[in-house]
């Protein structure tokens, strides 16, 4: 059973950045693909980015490329989601989740987060 906890988020103006952190206990880090999910209110939760168990392969989501990076240490049992030029209509409660495919599609993922909440104003 993986346990994890985001943290990071917070309320930033427009072009801001924020580092999201997610750190895993209780399984073994390094066997998991990793991802963050968003969800913004009254939507749908919706994939970010996803990152391979050695951090060899990445996917984003086409509306973060080139905003967003997401990066993990194993040695920390932790994945990061860099967003930079923050827009408002990203935000979102942000989720990191842990599963066993290398999937876009939450029903993939065996174990979530609590989420953090990312607030961008205009």
Do not use: H
């Amino acid at each position: 059973q993986v346990q994890l906890v985001e943290s990071g988020g917070g309320l930033v103006q427009a072009g801001g950045s924020l580092r999201l952190s997610c750190a895993a206990s209780g399984g073994t880090f390094g066997t998991y693909v990793m991802a963050w999910f968003r969800q913004a209110p009254g939507k749908e939760r919706e994939f970010a980015a996803r990152i391979t168990r050695s951090g060899d392969r990445i996917d984003y989501t086409d509306s973060v490329k080139g905003r967003f990076t997401i990066s993990r240490d194993n040695a920390k049992n932790t994945v990061y989601l860099q967003m930079n030029s923050l827009k408002p209509e990203d935000t979102a409660v942000y989720y990191c989740a842990a599963g066993n495919m290398w999937a876009r599609q939450s029903r993939f993922y065996n174990y979530w987060g609590q989420g953090t909440q990312v607030t961008v104003s205009s």
